[in-house]
């Protein structure tokens, strides 16, 4: 995929919502030096790996689109302006994580980068508490700016899409283990039996269990698979 630069007019992005700022003894008490977390990606962990610029970038610090960063993350090569300040502080956080995107709100967790105003904004999560997001920013008024709030109702409209640099979760249910009690037995069969006579459809991660041979349908192929694996002939696993 060719990379692309996050470069925008955020020079030109104005305050909009409230303007708050974290309690300051919430931001004396977590500093710390991001070398001090090794990618433990805990809530705690990514917020103060990200809070450990504002001892460099205090509030008010000049950041404009003259100010440049390369990602690490993947999808852009990097960014300029308030995007390369997101990108600096997710670094920080993540590693060499690679991003993907969402358009949820609800999804919205700490250390995410989320782009606002028609896509010209970018603005990276500090906490997720009570119904608001609390952000850092660069080029904010063409200087870095710390702990704006949004509500999520604000989100709902402002936001265009998030960046999330969190592994995605992925399923540990075994192929075939439909009930998921460790083996592949006659209750598997029946529910997968079940599907392909469309009697009771299985969806998200039972259907892939299911879809013993993963080529997207389920069907007899993957009935056979399941038995063979039951008679100990072909195990599917161990
Ligand atoms: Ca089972
Ligand atoms: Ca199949």
């Known amino acids: 995929m060719k990379k692309r630069i996050l470069s925008v007019v955020c020079a030109l992005t104005l305050a909009f919502g409230s303007a708050a700022a974290l309690p300051l003894g919430h931001f004396e008490q977590t500093v710390l030096t991001a070398a001090a977390q090794e990618l433990d990606l805990s809530e705690e962990a990514v917020y103060k790996a990200m809070i450990a610029f504002m001892d460099e970038y205090p509030e008010g610090t000049p950041w ?37 995107q969402f358009s949820d709100v609800d999804e919205i967790r700490v250390g995410d980068i989320l782009r606002i105003n028609n896509n010209t904004h970018s603005v990276i999560v ?23 709030r949004f509500s999520f109702d604000t989100l709902r409209n402002k936001m265009d899409y998030g960046m999330t640099r969190y592994p995605e979760e992925v399923s540990t249910r075994k192929k075939g283990d439909l009930n998921n009690n460790g083996k592949i037995d006659a209750s598997d069969l029946l529910q997968v039996k079940s599907h392909i006579k469309k009697v009771q459809l299985l969806e998200g991660d039972d259907f892939k269990a299911a879809d013993v041979d993963g080529n997207g349908t389920i069907n007899a192929a993957d009935l056979l698979k399941m038995k063979a694996h039951m008679k100990g002939v072909t195990p599917i696993w161990e």
Do not use: I, P, Q
């Open 64 to 100: 404009t689109n003259e100010n440049y960063y390369a990602w690490k993350g993947g999808t852009y090569s990097g960014g300029y302006g308030c995007a390369g300040f997101a990108f600096m502080l997710s670094d920080a956080a993540f590693g060499d994580l690679k991003a993907r």
């Open 126 to 148: 500090l906490e997720v508490s009570d119904g608001y997001v609390t952000v850092a920013e660069g080029n904010f008024n063409y200087s870095v700016h710390w702990g704006r």
